[in-house]
């Protein structure tokens, strides 16, 4: 369950770091995937291992979640804010410190892994209204796509 600036959230009780790439084509189109869980949109991404980068953990993200290979060509935001909780069923309720990059395709196609997301696509941004995307993520899918020149803190 994820929880953006909700009242109603429970407190963190723990800080994981955290790497996602919005990814665009020469088109224009971001490329999301379907979380298996939950059914919502979101960039693909997710915790950085002990013994690697946020970038090599970003690249490996996407490539696991989606099947494309990616160029990252900067950073859209650095996201560490308390107000913004993913709580599991086993009692842990994460904080994210998340670093969100910029990117485009190197190479791949699009594929679900078919556990932790269901569907993958390139998704034009004056669609993304239509689809499910938690408050959290929307606001750096916003951010990113709004100023990409500029890097976003929270």
Request: overall charge negative; proline content about 8%.
């Amino acid at each position: 369950m994820e929880y953006f600036h909700d009242p109603s959230a429970p407190a963190p009780n723990v800080l994981v770091p955290a790497a996602f790439a919005v990814v665009r084509d020469d088109t224009g189109r971001v490329l999301l995937c379907q979380r298996a869980d939950t059914g919502n949109w979101e960039i693909p991404g997710g915790s950085v291992e002990v013994g690697e980068s946020a970038l090599e953990a970003v690249q490996r993200e996407v490539e696991e979640e989606t099947g494309v290979l990616i160029v990252v060509s900067g950073v859209s935001g650095i996201y560490t804010d308390p107000g913004y909780v993913i709580a599991y069923s086993t009692g842990e309720v994460r904080q994210q410190f998340a670093v969100c990059f910029h990117a485009r395709p190197r190479a791949g196609s699009i594929r679900p892994d078919g556990q932790e997301t269901a569907q993958v696509a390139w998704t034009p941004p004056d669609l993304l209204d239509r689809l499910p995307i938690q408050a959290g993520v929307r606001f750096r899918l916003d951010a990113a796509l709004a100023d990409p020149d500029h890097v976003h803190v929270t």
